[in-house]
């Protein structure tokens, strides 16, 4: 995570003592500013000023904190790895607990139910909408961050989907992660529900999450049941009468 701006001076805190708004936390301003226009411009749609004078900061301020542009595109996912490890927590949690018949669900709780906390935050919308619009593009800067950051929260998952349903390949449990991954960036980056649901549903409403997670584990027991199909013996063909003529010939 970036580092944090330095202590407030002596004279700063004696000036706010005496009654004067104190200055907010620009740092992190530079952040949530950029993340907002990147969720909703792009990466490559926004300029270093542009996202000064969305902070209100001085335009050399986001270079002193963060550097070029790939850098704090990195730290907004930086910022954001709590999430990754409290899904990476509850996760081991799952996988050193007792053995249950509930051991798929609980793996795929732990994979949802952080995320959809984290969407109802105050700046998990934008969070949600740059990950779903700029982690999909072929860059430089999200390889590393996905990298760095999601393909190792991936590989956990698909060993824990691939513990739960053992008799399958693990080729067949990284498909379904995928699939799984596709469902609930879907729900957190879609706003139809109130127009698919001729406004009975809200975006992300919390009833929501216990059906995402019986969705995608219901789709991950489908494709990967508790007892794969085996694949019935080649039987031997039975000769053909002509065959068998020729042979007592």
């Known amino acids: 995570m970036a580092t944090r701006p330095a202590p407030r001076t002596s004279r700063a805190r004696s000036t706010a003592a005496q009654g004067t708004p104190q200055r907010p936390d620009r740092q992190m301003a530079i952040l949530l500013a950029a993340e907002k226009l990147f ?10 000023r542009q996202i000064a004078e969305e902070a209100q900061v001085p335009l050399a301020l986001v270079g002193y904190y963060y550097g070029p542009k790939s850098e704090l595109f990195h730290a907004i996912f930086q910022h954001w790895q709590g999430t990754i490890q409290e899904r990476l927590a509850l996760l081991q949690q799952v996988l ?3 053995p249950t018949e509930a051991f798929l669900r609980q793996v795929v709780e732990a994979f949802v139910r952080p995320v959809l906390v984290q969407r109802a935050s105050a700046e998990g919308e934008y969070y949600a909408q740059l990950v779903g619009r700029e982690l999909a593009r072929q860059t430089p800067e999200t390889h590393r961050v996905l990298t760095e950051f999601f393909d190792p929260l991936a ?4 060993d824990a989907i691939h513990a739960a349903r053992p008799g399958h390949d693990r080729a067949l449990a990284a498909w379904a992660y995928q699939f799984a991954l596709g ?5 957190i980056t879609d706003h139809r529900a109130p127009t698919l649901s001729r406004g009975r549903n809200q975006v992300c409403a919390p009833e929501a999450a216990p059906l995402l997670i019986d969705f995608i584990t ?3 027991a489908a494709v990967m049941p508790l007892s794969p199909p085996v694949s019935p013996s080649p039987r ?9 003529s020729r042979r007592q010939a």
Request: glycine share 12%; aromatic share 6%; no cysteine.
């Open 96 to 98: 050193t607990g007792p």
């Open 183 to 187: 469902a609930l960036l879907h729900h």
């Open 155 to 158: 590989h956990s998952f698909i």
């Open 236 to 244: 031997r063909r039975a000769p053909s009468p002509s065959t068998t």
């Open 39 to 48: 969720a909703q411009h792009g990466y490559h749609g926004v300029s270093i």
């Open 218 to 220: 219901a789709g991950i």
